[in-house]
């Protein structure tokens, strides 16, 4: 059964913010938080939002960093209540909605089908955001974004009307939901995915090198990364004072993902590893059991990324400087590029780079804040845009989508939503964002 809490209610904080993973939270004050149960509930959400001349702001898996639900004077419909999954063997489909887990939930329920959906790599990632902005899943160097999976969605749209979008129907609004992110102008209530085989063998090769091997380590990875196997993922990661490469394979078997991951022993520094694993088997258990630990909840975290075309001075400077002790930065290879299909995301080079600095002290948010946006800015010269997933248009804004498919957004933006009942961007001034790289504007 639904509920509306609205300011002032007991519960009122709880439903506010209650579900943002992110314990910096914000002090925007939505007009009232509909907890959804059940499909009914988000078109008579919609209806409810529109008579009250309230935005509508949407929140499924609450991992937003920058908590995109919680926008002043919307109603901020919670799907946290609203989780289904089914599966059609004949198809091999399957039909979630978007609050589902894509780690904790869909993973497990799909392999007891046998089949696999590359979800986002932290298990407690709804499905809802992280496929909207695009989707980083597993393997999206070699399998692609996880929205080139979506077969189909259901949607709300600003009109109120449950519809079907896909290649074929309503296409416009399919092409918008793959990559508009927050920018998205409906409610999706269901999404319908195209599954794979669950892969049969699982190996990874972890290397440890101190982090004064970090050009050399890295001059080299950068090299080479898109030589090897699609097969592969391919991650470096500083934390805690080091750098791991790891090169992660989902292969049919295990000589197979042995074979895939072999080139990674040639690093000219492989001497000076302080921990060596090759080609070891793993699961995706292991896996998120690591992620879990290494984005604790509870912890306040800022986030930044870029897009890379290359290693510069001020990459060095990032990886080996991180501020906290449980801060990261990855360096996560997408080379070789595939070109994409046609839809809003658009915007990728070969290395995704990403910085992630979590602490539990709310003194630190501005000093943190001004040091990554000092450090990110640094790249400029070596950045060709951002990822919607861990960006902050708050704080810091880039290209994010290919001028065209930007101006088809908006497009389709004013035809469907001309009044924008739906938030959009949280951009802090209230503005739409500019969609520009600003040190390249004349
Ligand atoms: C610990 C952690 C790990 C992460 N790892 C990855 C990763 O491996 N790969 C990756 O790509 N990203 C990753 N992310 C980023 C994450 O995918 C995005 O923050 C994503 O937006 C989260 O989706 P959500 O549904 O959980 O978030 P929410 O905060 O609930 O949703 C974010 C926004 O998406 C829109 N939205 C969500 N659901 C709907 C809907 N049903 N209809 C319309 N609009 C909707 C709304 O604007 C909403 O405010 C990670 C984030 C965290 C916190």
């Known amino acids: 059964m639904n509920k509306l809490v609205r300011p002032g209610d007991p519960d009122w904080e709880q439903a506010r913010v209650g579900r943002v993973f992110n314990a910096r939270r914000p002090s925007r004050e939505p007009a009232a938080v509909l907890l959804a149960t059940c499909e009914q509930d988000l078109v008579d959400g919609v209806d409810l939002a529109r008579a009250n001349g309230w935005k509508v702001s949407v929140r499924s898996g609450g991992h937003s960093w920058a908590a995109w639900s919680v926008r002043d004077d919307a109603l901020l419909i919670d799907l946290g209540g609203f989780r289904e999954m089914t599966y059609d063997p004949a198809t091999t489909i399957v039909s979630v909605t978007p609050s589902v887990k ?60 449950l519809v079907r979008a896909s290649e074929t129907e309503n296409s416009d609004l399919f092409w918008a939901a793959r990559g508009a992110g927050p920018g998205f102008f409906g409610l999706v209530t269901r999404f319908h995915l195209r599954t794979r085989p669950f892969p049969a ?15 050399e380590v890295m001059t080299w990875l950068d090299g080479m990364h898109h030589t090897v196997s699609p097969d592969v993922e391919i991650v470096a990661v500083s934390a805690e004072g080091t750098l791991a490469v790891t090169g992660l394979a989902l292969c049919d078997t295990m000589p197979a993902a042995v074979e895939a991951l072999a080139p990674l022993e040639t690093c000219p520094a492989i001497g000076r590893a302080l921990v060596r694993r090759t080609a070891e088997p793993s699961s995706f258990e292991s896996h998120a059991e690591r992620q879990l630990a290494a984005n604790p909840e509870g912890y306040r975290y800022i986030v930044d990324n870029a897009w890379l075309t290359g290693l510069s001075p001020a990459v060095t400077e990032l990886f080996t400087t991180l501020p906290t002790a449980r801060s990261f930065v990855i360096w996560f290879s997408m080379a070789p590029l595939r070109e994409l299909p046609d839809m809003a995301f658009s915007m990728q080079s070969e290395v995704y780079c990403a910085t992630y600095l979590v602490y539990d002290d709310p003194a630190d948010d501005e000093p943190l804040r001004a040091w990554l946006t000092d450090r990110m800015t640094a790249l400029q010269p070596v950045t060709a845009g951002q990822y919607l997933g861990d960006s902050d248009f708050t704080a810091r804004q880039l290209r994010f989508m290919g001028d065209a498919q930007y101006r088809r957004l908006h497009e389709i933006r004013s035809r469907r939503d001309p009044e924008s009942l739906f938030a959009g961007y949280l951009t802090g001034d209230g503005g739409q964002p500019a969609n520009i790289n600003p040190w390249e504007t004349p």
Do not use: N
């Open 102 to 161: 894509g780690g904790q939930e869909l993973r497990p329920f799909l392999a007891s089908h046998g089949r696999f959906f590359a979800g986002g790599h932290c298990p407690t990632v709804g499905v809802g955001g992280f496929l909207l902005q695009g989707g980083q899943g597993y393997h999206a160097r070699g399998w692609g974004w996880a929205a080139e999976q979506i077969a189909a969605i259901d949607v709300v749209t600003a009109d109120g009307e």
């Open 201 to 215: 063998a699982i190996a990874e090769t972890v290397h440890v090198y101190p982090l004064d091997a970090f050009d």
